[in-house]
Protein backbone atom coordinates (compact mmCIF):
# COMPACT_ATOMS: atom_id res chain seq x y z
CA UNK A 1 0.00 0.00 0.00
CA UNK A 2 1.34 3.76 -0.77
CA UNK A 3 2.14 5.70 1.82
CA UNK A 4 0.62 9.08 2.41
CA UNK A 5 2.85 11.82 1.95
CA UNK A 6 3.39 14.20 4.68
CA UNK A 7 2.51 17.26 3.37
CA UNK A 8 -1.29 18.62 2.46
CA UNK A 9 -2.23 16.65 -1.55
CA UNK A 10 -4.96 19.20 -1.98
CA UNK A 11 -2.71 22.77 -0.41
CA UNK A 12 -4.65 25.52 -2.71
CA UNK A 13 -1.60 26.82 -3.32
CA UNK A 14 0.22 23.60 -4.26
CA UNK A 15 -2.24 21.98 -6.52
CA UNK A 16 -2.41 25.26 -8.68
CA UNK A 17 1.21 25.21 -9.18
CA UNK A 18 1.25 21.75 -9.82
CA UNK A 19 -1.91 22.11 -12.45
CA UNK A 20 0.24 25.02 -14.38
CA UNK A 21 3.37 22.98 -14.63
CA UNK A 22 1.67 19.70 -15.56
CA UNK A 23 0.03 21.52 -18.68
CA UNK A 24 3.21 23.09 -19.52
CA UNK A 25 5.24 19.69 -19.43
CA UNK A 26 2.89 18.07 -21.35
CA UNK A 27 2.74 21.01 -24.14
CA UNK A 28 6.84 20.60 -24.33
CA UNK A 29 6.30 16.49 -24.75
CA UNK A 30 3.99 17.26 -27.48
CA UNK A 31 6.21 19.56 -29.33
CA UNK A 32 9.17 17.77 -28.42
CA UNK A 33 7.19 14.84 -30.14
CA UNK A 34 6.17 17.17 -33.53
CA UNK A 35 9.68 19.02 -33.96
CA UNK A 36 12.06 16.42 -32.73
CA UNK A 37 11.04 12.93 -34.47
CA UNK A 38 11.99 10.47 -33.56
CA UNK A 39 12.99 10.93 -30.10
CA UNK A 40 13.16 8.92 -26.67
CA UNK A 41 12.64 8.96 -23.02
CA UNK A 42 14.86 7.74 -20.67
CA UNK A 43 13.36 6.11 -17.74
CA UNK A 44 14.96 4.46 -14.43
CA UNK A 45 11.48 4.24 -13.13
CA UNK A 46 12.03 6.61 -10.09
CA UNK A 47 9.25 8.84 -9.15
CA UNK A 48 10.06 11.87 -11.59
CA UNK A 49 10.41 9.41 -14.19
CA UNK A 50 7.28 7.94 -13.06
CA UNK A 51 5.58 11.55 -13.55
CA UNK A 52 6.72 11.30 -17.19
CA UNK A 53 5.78 8.28 -18.16
CA UNK A 54 2.28 9.46 -17.28
CA UNK A 55 2.47 12.40 -19.04
CA UNK A 56 3.77 10.94 -22.13
CA UNK A 57 1.52 8.09 -22.21
CA UNK A 58 -1.32 10.27 -22.45
CA UNK A 59 0.05 13.34 -24.22
CA UNK A 60 2.78 11.99 -26.42
CA UNK A 61 2.53 8.75 -27.21
CA UNK A 62 4.68 8.54 -30.11
CA UNK A 63 7.74 9.38 -28.31
CA UNK A 64 9.70 5.67 -27.12
CA UNK A 65 10.44 4.99 -23.75
CA UNK A 66 13.12 3.04 -22.83
CA UNK A 67 15.17 1.80 -19.43
CA UNK A 68 18.60 0.78 -18.94
CA UNK A 69 18.76 -2.82 -16.96
CA UNK A 70 22.48 -3.05 -15.44
CA UNK A 71 21.50 -6.60 -14.15
CA UNK A 72 22.61 -4.77 -10.69
CA UNK A 73 18.76 -3.39 -10.49
CA UNK A 74 16.47 -4.04 -7.10
CA UNK A 75 13.72 -6.89 -7.12
CA UNK A 76 11.09 -4.19 -6.36
CA UNK A 77 12.39 -1.85 -9.70
CA UNK A 78 11.63 -4.72 -12.01
CA UNK A 79 8.35 -5.52 -10.31
CA UNK A 80 7.14 -1.77 -11.16
CA UNK A 81 8.66 -2.38 -14.94
CA UNK A 82 6.17 -5.17 -15.45
CA UNK A 83 3.57 -2.63 -13.03
CA UNK A 84 4.08 0.00 -15.58
CA UNK A 85 3.57 -2.42 -18.82
CA UNK A 86 0.13 -3.42 -16.97
CA UNK A 87 -1.08 -0.24 -15.86
CA UNK A 88 -0.41 1.85 -18.87
CA UNK A 89 -1.15 -0.93 -21.61
CA UNK A 90 2.38 -0.03 -23.18
CA UNK A 91 5.73 -2.09 -23.80
CA UNK A 92 9.11 -0.48 -22.29
CA UNK A 93 12.32 -1.14 -24.15
CA UNK A 94 14.91 -2.61 -21.78
CA UNK A 95 18.51 -2.20 -23.27
CA UNK A 96 21.18 -4.22 -21.43
CA UNK A 97 24.93 -3.97 -21.02
CA UNK A 98 27.34 -6.06 -23.75
CA UNK A 99 28.04 -9.11 -21.64
CA UNK A 100 31.72 -9.20 -22.85
CA UNK A 101 32.22 -5.82 -21.18
CA UNK A 102 30.58 -7.33 -18.10
CA UNK A 103 32.20 -10.05 -18.25
CA UNK A 104 35.51 -8.25 -18.72
CA UNK A 105 35.01 -5.65 -15.85
CA UNK A 106 34.37 -8.13 -13.16
CA UNK A 107 37.41 -10.48 -14.32
CA UNK A 108 39.74 -7.59 -14.38
CA UNK A 109 38.16 -5.77 -11.52
CA UNK A 110 36.10 -7.82 -9.14
CA UNK A 111 32.44 -8.22 -9.04
CA UNK A 112 31.98 -5.25 -6.45
CA UNK A 113 34.94 -3.11 -7.22
CA UNK A 114 33.12 -0.04 -7.34
CA UNK A 115 33.28 0.26 -3.69
CA UNK A 116 37.58 0.75 -4.27
CA UNK A 117 37.96 4.04 -6.38
CA UNK A 118 36.09 6.76 -7.89
CA UNK A 119 37.84 5.15 -11.19
CA UNK A 120 36.35 1.73 -10.86
CA UNK A 121 32.79 3.15 -10.01
CA UNK A 122 32.44 5.20 -13.07
CA UNK A 123 34.27 2.29 -15.17
CA UNK A 124 31.13 0.16 -14.12
CA UNK A 125 28.62 2.84 -14.73
CA UNK A 126 30.36 3.31 -18.20
CA UNK A 127 29.95 -0.60 -18.96
CA UNK A 128 26.66 -0.85 -17.27
CA UNK A 129 24.89 2.36 -18.42
CA UNK A 130 26.93 4.90 -20.56
CA UNK A 131 27.75 2.52 -23.84
CA UNK A 132 23.81 0.82 -23.46
CA UNK A 133 22.24 4.75 -23.44
CA UNK A 134 24.27 5.42 -26.25
CA UNK A 135 22.91 2.45 -28.08
CA UNK A 136 19.13 3.43 -27.26
CA UNK A 137 20.08 7.08 -28.60
CA UNK A 138 21.64 6.19 -31.88
CA UNK A 139 19.15 7.78 -34.70
CA UNK A 140 16.77 9.80 -32.28
CA UNK A 141 16.89 13.68 -32.71
CA UNK A 142 16.31 14.58 -29.14
CA UNK A 143 16.21 12.34 -25.52
CA UNK A 144 13.65 13.07 -22.26
CA UNK A 145 15.02 12.52 -18.64
CA UNK A 146 13.56 13.12 -15.38
CA UNK A 147 16.05 15.49 -13.80
CA UNK A 148 15.72 18.36 -11.66
CA UNK A 149 17.49 21.11 -10.07
CA UNK A 150 16.32 20.55 -6.55
CA UNK A 151 17.45 16.96 -6.95
CA UNK A 152 21.45 17.65 -6.28
CA UNK A 153 24.46 20.29 -6.03
CA UNK A 154 25.31 18.78 -9.81
CA UNK A 155 21.79 19.87 -10.94
CA UNK A 156 20.94 23.36 -10.05
CA UNK A 157 21.68 24.77 -13.26
CA UNK A 158 19.81 22.33 -15.12
CA UNK A 159 18.30 23.73 -18.73
CA UNK A 160 15.46 22.59 -19.39
CA UNK A 161 16.34 22.31 -22.79
CA UNK A 162 20.26 21.73 -24.14
CA UNK A 163 22.32 20.19 -27.10
CA UNK A 164 24.16 17.45 -25.15
CA UNK A 165 27.17 17.29 -27.43
CA UNK A 166 28.48 13.97 -25.71
CA UNK A 167 25.39 11.84 -27.79
CA UNK A 168 24.78 14.43 -30.38
CA UNK A 169 21.48 15.30 -30.04
CA UNK A 170 18.81 18.00 -28.10
CA UNK A 171 18.21 17.05 -24.83
CA UNK A 172 15.17 17.68 -22.94
CA UNK A 173 14.30 18.10 -18.67
CA UNK A 174 10.79 18.91 -18.24
CA UNK A 175 11.04 18.19 -15.09
CA UNK A 176 14.09 21.21 -13.98
CA UNK A 177 11.75 23.23 -11.95
CA UNK A 178 9.38 20.82 -10.30
CA UNK A 179 9.66 20.54 -6.65
CA UNK A 180 9.36 17.33 -4.59
CA UNK A 181 5.99 18.05 -3.19
CA UNK A 182 4.80 18.66 -7.12
CA UNK A 183 6.42 15.02 -8.15
CA UNK A 184 4.25 13.08 -5.04
CA UNK A 185 1.24 14.99 -5.46
CA UNK A 186 1.02 14.42 -8.79
CA UNK A 187 1.62 10.59 -8.35
CA UNK A 188 -0.91 10.52 -5.82
CA UNK A 189 -3.57 12.45 -7.59
CA UNK A 190 -3.38 10.77 -10.77
CA UNK A 191 -2.95 7.13 -9.24
CA UNK A 192 -0.04 6.74 -11.44
CA UNK A 193 2.14 3.60 -9.78
CA UNK A 194 5.92 4.28 -8.39
CA UNK A 195 8.77 1.87 -6.69
CA UNK A 196 8.04 0.48 -3.35
CA UNK A 197 11.38 1.34 -1.59
CA UNK A 198 10.19 4.93 -1.92
CA UNK A 199 8.00 4.11 0.72
CA UNK A 200 10.78 2.58 2.85
CA UNK A 201 13.24 5.27 2.56
CA UNK A 202 14.64 5.68 -0.12
CA UNK A 203 14.21 8.84 -2.50
CA UNK A 204 16.60 8.05 -4.84
CA UNK A 205 17.05 4.66 -6.63
CA UNK A 206 20.07 2.83 -8.91
CA UNK A 207 21.56 -0.21 -8.77
CA UNK A 208 21.44 -2.27 -5.38
CA UNK A 209 24.48 -2.41 -4.20
CA UNK A 210 24.94 1.33 -4.98
CA UNK A 211 21.60 2.70 -3.68
CA UNK A 212 20.60 3.18 0.41
CA UNK A 213 17.89 4.52 2.50
CA UNK A 214 18.74 8.05 3.92
CA UNK A 215 17.90 9.03 7.57
CA UNK A 216 15.67 11.82 7.95
CA UNK A 217 17.23 15.52 7.40
CA UNK A 218 20.04 13.98 4.92
CA UNK A 219 19.60 14.77 1.52
CA UNK A 220 17.85 12.86 -0.97
CA UNK A 221 21.01 11.39 -3.14
CA UNK A 222 22.78 10.95 0.25
CA UNK A 223 21.76 7.35 -0.72
CA UNK A 224 23.14 7.12 -3.50
CA UNK A 225 27.27 6.08 -3.84
CA UNK A 226 27.14 6.70 -0.08
CA UNK A 227 30.43 6.31 0.33
CA UNK A 228 31.43 9.19 -2.03
CA UNK A 229 31.25 12.98 -1.74
CA UNK A 230 27.59 14.61 -2.57
CA UNK A 231 29.58 17.71 -4.60
CA UNK A 232 29.43 15.27 -8.04
CA UNK A 233 27.50 12.55 -7.21
CA UNK A 234 26.57 11.47 -10.92
CA UNK A 235 26.65 8.08 -12.85
CA UNK A 236 27.82 9.33 -16.22
CA UNK A 237 24.72 9.67 -17.86
CA UNK A 238 24.56 13.26 -18.68
CA UNK A 239 28.41 13.78 -19.22
CA UNK A 240 29.74 17.00 -20.89
CA UNK A 241 32.63 16.78 -23.00
CA UNK A 242 34.55 19.08 -20.46
CA UNK A 243 33.92 17.05 -17.33
CA UNK A 244 36.96 14.96 -17.79
CA UNK A 245 34.88 11.54 -17.03
CA UNK A 246 35.86 8.03 -17.72
CA UNK A 247 36.47 6.80 -21.43
CA UNK A 248 33.82 5.18 -23.83
CA UNK A 249 35.46 2.20 -23.59
CA UNK A 250 35.85 1.99 -19.67
CA UNK A 251 39.00 0.21 -19.63
CA UNK A 252 40.43 0.94 -16.28
CA UNK A 253 43.52 -0.86 -15.34
CA UNK A 254 43.82 -2.34 -11.71
CA UNK A 255 47.23 -0.63 -11.87
CA UNK A 256 46.34 2.70 -12.71
CA UNK A 257 43.49 2.89 -9.91
CA UNK A 258 44.47 4.76 -6.57
CA UNK A 259 42.07 3.99 -4.10
CA UNK A 260 41.93 5.80 -0.58
CA UNK A 261 43.26 3.84 2.63
CA UNK A 262 39.75 2.28 3.78
CA UNK A 263 38.51 1.77 -0.04
CA UNK A 264 35.10 3.83 0.20
CA UNK A 265 36.29 7.43 0.90
CA UNK A 266 36.10 9.51 -2.70
CA UNK A 267 37.43 12.58 -4.09
CA UNK A 268 34.81 15.17 -3.96
CA UNK A 269 34.80 16.34 -7.84
CA UNK A 270 33.75 12.38 -8.76
CA UNK A 271 30.49 11.29 -7.76
CA UNK A 272 29.50 11.11 -11.48
CA UNK A 273 28.64 7.61 -13.09
CA UNK A 274 28.51 8.95 -16.29
CA UNK A 275 25.01 10.33 -17.64
CA UNK A 276 24.42 13.87 -16.28
CA UNK A 277 28.16 14.46 -14.94
CA UNK A 278 28.41 18.39 -14.12
CA UNK A 279 30.69 20.66 -16.26
CA UNK A 280 34.18 21.87 -14.43
CA UNK A 281 32.70 25.24 -14.79
CA UNK A 282 30.40 24.72 -11.93
CA UNK A 283 26.92 24.61 -14.95
CA UNK A 284 24.78 21.52 -14.26
CA UNK A 285 24.36 19.36 -16.49
Not at 25 to 46: C, N, Q
Not at 54 to 76: C, K, M, S, W
Not at 135 to 155: D, S
Not at 183 to 208: K, M, Q
Request: charged fraction near 25%.
Amino acid sequence: MNRPPPFDLNDPQLQASLARKSAATAALLGRIAREFPPAAFATSLGAEDMVLTDLVARHAPEIEIFTLDTGRLHGETYSLLQKVTDHYDLRIRVVYPRTEAVEQYVNEHGVNAFFDSVELRKACCEVRKVEPLRRALAGKRAWITGLRRAQAVTRRDLPQQEFDTANGLEKFNPLADWEEQEVWTYLHTFGVPYNALHDRGFPSIGCEPCTRAIAKGEDIRAGRWWWENPATKECGLHRKPACGGVSAEANVSAASVKSRSDGRSQALDAKECGLHPAKRSGVAA
